[in-house]
């Protein structure tokens, strides 16, 4: 019961992360039924209905229950401990917001128990998420669980922005918060904006199904586009909103394993201002298939073109912040140089996609499939890995086994980059996503066999990666307080940290405040 009932941040923290974990493991389970049906053409392992459902379902799943709790998660956990602070501002709406956010994931579950779980798609086009071609109630649970989830986002939000703007230790100001607290605090201020756009086009969604509202039928007047333009004006700020919080992961964990500051922090901070202002301007990047006229258009490539500006420095600024430097290849660093990789060649086939005539070309083929996975899992999910190896002395108070830790790191990448950098190709050869089976045509079996295959080892190296994270938390050696020579007030705290987080908070007066403490013949502030 103190865990149900819990209002201390750590606990909701840690709860959102355990939400993720088991979430995680359901669209996993549906992500192999969907590789297992494609390892071979003209396979029937499952229906079209039931295909239809689990790529419904994978990526509603991953994207939010998976990306959105775990990163809130992680938020409410360390941003407290990060600025100094015992207590989130708003405890109680931190808490209510994760229950909201299970009981929606619940939700969306038991549409299974009604036979027809959702089946057009996580983004759910109208005329196809319509009455006459989803007949069943799993759009209607798709809605309402989404409704739900989002409401606990906005409130989520909402707790981490006041709590960094009003909570912070004497002394520091923001421009002195660590980059992570800085990037949740400029995600949760796009939440706030990008997500009522989702709750709107539900509600019109939920008018359309239930209440015959005819917004999305052409038929009575509607405009079938209209649900495209609310769902991407909330689904582009979305991949910087579940993106932004791992730049700031891994802008904390390269410095400390680089043994060197992070190199230009204005401009680091200052480009995630401007990713959030540009995410908003880009998203008829997903809609160029759309006759919406060439100068339309051509603004909008230029836009989804600039973006990659200032995502762009923060790649130069990890670069450079490890050159020179005495980088120790701990498994949270190997996972977090793993992420610059992954995720550059993700952002590369973004930009690829924001000219106007490749993305005619390539959309709703295997090429799109490969270019989110390698943004959101190269990206999002290489952070978080890179995080957990991090902060799991800090959470827990034992070591997570370095040995282990660097099998499931190479099980993981191995795994990773098998099982979606071939579907590139499948795409640049013509292969169309969301197809449940496919003809016997060149390269479109062995390559998706390959994929298959990757996909399998890449489980095994997750399911590492978790008999890891278990044995340590039982048998791992203690880790004391600060067991990486770490410079952000977290460290301060006792591991795993009590009730009240600090006894007595130090003054705040550089960007590394235990640095300073542990140097006062250098401190930074004396010499920045």
Not at 212 to 220: R, Y
Not at 306 to 328: D, E, H, N, Q, Y
Not at 392 to 401: A, E, L, Q, T, V
């Amino acid at each position: 019961m103190t865990w149900l009932l819990a209002l201390d941040h750590k606990r909701v923290g840690i709860l959102y992360m355990l939400s993720a974990l088991l979430f995680f493991f359901a669209g996993g389970m549906e992500a192999m039924v969907m590789r297992a049906q494609l390892a071979a053409p003209n396979l029937k392992l499952i229906s079209p209905e039931i295909y239809n459902q689990m790529f419904t379902m994978h990526g509603t799943t991953m994207i939010f229950l998976v990306a959105m709790p775990v990163l809130t998660g992680f938020g409410v956990y360390l941003v407290p401990l990060m600025i100094g602070a015992n207590q989130t501002a708003l405890p109680r709406l931190g808490a209510a917001c994760f229950w909201l956010q299970l009981v929606g994931g619940v939700l969306l579950y038991s549409s299974f128990a009604t036979g027809a779980a959702p089946s057009a798609g996580w983004f759910s086009y109208a005329p196809l998420s319509e009455k006459p071609f989803s007949p069943g109630a799993g759009v209607d649970f798709w809605a309402f669980a989404l409704l739900l989830i989002a409401a606990s986002s906005i409130g989520s939000a909402i707790n981490l922005i006041v709590t960094i703007a009003t909570e912070r230790a004497p002394g520091m100001i923001m421009r002195l918060v660590p980059l992570f607290v800085w990037m949740t605090f400029v995600a949760s201020i796009m939440i706030v904006f990008a997500l009522p756009a989702l709750g709107a086009s539900l509600v019109l969604l939920l008018s359309d199904r239930l209440l015959v509202a005819h917004f999305f039928d052409p038929s009575q007047g509607g405009a079938p586009l209209l649900w495209q333009h609310y769902f991407w004006i909330f689904g582009h700020p979305e991949v910087y909103i579940v993106v932004l919080p791992a730049f700031g992961m891994i802008s904390e964990i390269i410095p400390v394993f680089s043994r060197k500051p992070i190199f230009g922090y204005p401009f680091v901070a200052t480009s995630t201002v401007a990713i959030a202002f540009l995410s908003y301007g880009v998203w008829v990047h997903h809609m160029f298939a759309v006759a919406l006229g060439r100068n339309f258009l051509a603004v909008f490539a230029a836009a989804s073109m600039l973006i990659a500006v200032p995502t762009g420095m923060k790649i130069f600024s990890w670069i450079a912040t490890m050159w020179g430097g005495a980088i120790r290849f701990t498994t949270a660093m190997m996972f977090a140089v793993a992420f610059l990789l992954e995720f550059t060649v993700g952002g590369l086939s973004g930009v690829a996609f924001a000219t106007v005539p490749v993305d005619w070309r390539l959309t709703d083929t295997y090429f799109v499939v490969a270019h989110i996975h390698y943004v959101l899992f190269g990206g999002t999910v290489f952070a978080l890995l890179a995080a957990v190896h991090y902060w799991f002395p800090k959470m827990s108070g034992r070591m997570m086994d370095e040995r282990l830790g660097r099998w499931s790191f190479w099980l993981i990448v191995l795994g990773f980059n098998t099982a979606v950098f071939v579907l590139h190709f499948l795409g640049l050869i013509g292969m169309p996503r969301r197809v449940y089976t496919y003809p016997n045509l060149p390269w479109f079996g062995p390559l998706n066999l390959i994929s298959t295959i990757g996909a399998a080892i890449l489980v095994f190296g997750i399911l590492l990666f978790c008999c890891n994270v278990a044995m340590s938390f039982f048998f791992g050696v203690e880790a004391g307080d600060d067991p990486w020579n770490a410079w952000t007030l977290e460290w301060a705290a006792a591991s795993p940290p009590a009730l009240q987080n600090f006894t007595q908070v130090p003054q705040v007066r550089s960007r590394r405040p235990l640095w300073d403490l542990k140097h006062p013949e250098a401190p930074d502030w004396m010499v920045s």
